[in-house]
C-alpha cells in the first residue's frame, strides 16, 4: 500500500493528479505539467517533497563518522546551518545515494536523503555507524515543502511564523537555520532560488494555504523533473547509481581528496579509477534535429565509441531536447542519438543548460 504524504488532501483538494513515486501518492502535476514549470522559472512555485527522508544524527562521534560515510568532508562546515552536498559511496566506488547534510552543531547534523533509497540507505547508515558513538533519529514527525523561483523567497517570507521568517530572511545560498522545530534551508533542485522548509506534520497544510495566499502555485512531480534536468541536477536511479562511480557521473567535484589521509568508504576504488583515468563522462546534449530526447536512447560517437542518454526531455524553457548522457571520455562536441531508428544530430555541452531563469547555452 502506498503512503501518504500530510498534505495528501490538499493535492486531491487541488486537482493533483496521483501516481505512484517510490512507494508513495504523490502529485505528478495539478492541470498542466509545463504551466508548472514556467511558474517556476518565471515567478514561484511549491512542491510537496514530504517523501524525502531526514535524519538527525547526533553525538561526540558525529564528524569523524560523516567523514568516513560520506565522500565530501563534513570537517568544512564550520558555520552553524550550512549545507554540503555530497554523494554515499560503497567498497566499490558506486553511488549509494547522493544527499545534503546540514551542520547544525558539532555534535548534531541533518541529513536529507533520497525516497526511492530510504530503506537500504538507512540500513547502510546503521552498519556504518556501529563503531562510533551517535543516534540516528528519523524525523519523520516532519513534512518538508519546497518553494522555488525568482519570487520564491520574498513571498515564502510572508507566509511563514515571524520568527522563523526572522531566522531566515538573511540565509546566503546553501545556509540552513532553524527556529524551534522548524528547519528552512535556502536549497533546491529546479536551478532557481528558494528554500526548502521542514516543519511538524501537524501544521504542514495550514502553511500549504498561507503559502497559496502568498501567490505561490502547487507543482508536482513532473515539473521537478524537468526543471532538475534543465538545471543539470542528477536523478538517483537514473543518471547514477551503485554501479556508477561519481567520476563518471558528473560527481567527480563532490569528492573531498584531501586531507589525504581520511579514509572514506570508497576511497580506495575512486582514487584508482582517477589515477587510471575515467573511460566515460556525464555530458549534457542538446538535439539539432526535430524529436525528444529519452532515457536509454543511443549514443554514436564517431571514431570513439558508444553512450547512452540518461535523462532525457523536451526543455520547456529552452523550447528544444536535451539531455544527459554518459559517453566515452574522448568524447568532443558532436554526437549522434538512435531515436526510433534514425540517427539525428546533438551537440554536446556542460551538463547546466538553464540556471536562475537564463539558458547556460552558447
Known sequence: MSQKTALYDKHLYHGGKIVDFAGWDMPINYGSQIEEHHQVRRDAGMFDVSHMTVLDLKGNGVIPFLQYLLANDVARLKQAGKALYSCMLNEKGGVIDDLIVYYMQDD?????????TRDKDITWIQ??????????????????????????????????????????????????ADSGEWFVGRTGYTGED?????????????????????????????????????????????????STSPLISGLGWTIAWQPAERNFIGREAVEAEKEKGPEQKLVGLVLDDKGVLRGHQKVIVEGVGEGEVTSGTF????????????????????????????????????????????????
Open 108 to 116: 548534531w547534523f541533518r541529513m536529507v536523503v533520497n525516497a526511492a
Open 127 to 176: 552498519q556504518q555507524a556501529e563503531k562510533f558513538n551517535i543516534d540516528i533519529n528519523e524525523r519523520d514527525d516532519l513534512a518538508m515543502i519546497a518553494v522555488q523561483g525568482p519570487r520564491a523567497r520574498e513571498k515564502a517570507l510572508q507566509a511563514l511564523p515571524i520568527d522563523v521568517s526572522q531566522a531566515a530572511a538573511d540565509l546566503d545560498r546553501f545556509f540552513g
Open 194 to 242: 528558494g528554500f526548502e522548509i521542514m516543519l511538524p506534520e501537524s501544521e504542514a497544510a495550514e502553511f500549504w494555504d498561507a503559502l497559496i495566499e502568498a501567490g505561490i502555485s502547487p507543482c508536482g512531480l513532473g515539473a521537478r523533473d524537468t526543471l532538475r534536468l534543465e538545471a543539470g541536477m542528477n536523478l538517483y536511479g537514473t543518471d547514477m547509481d551503485e
Open 315 to 362: 526543455s520547456p524553457t529552452l523550447k528544444q531536447a536535451i539531455a544527459m548522457a554518459r559517453v566515452p571520455a574522448a568524447t568532443a562536441e558532436q554526437c549522434k542519438v538512435e531515436i526510433r531508428g534514425k540517427l539525428l544530430s546533438a551537440r554536446v555541452i556542460k551538463p547546466v543548460f538553464v540556471r536562475d531563469g537564463q539558458s547556460c547555452i552558447e
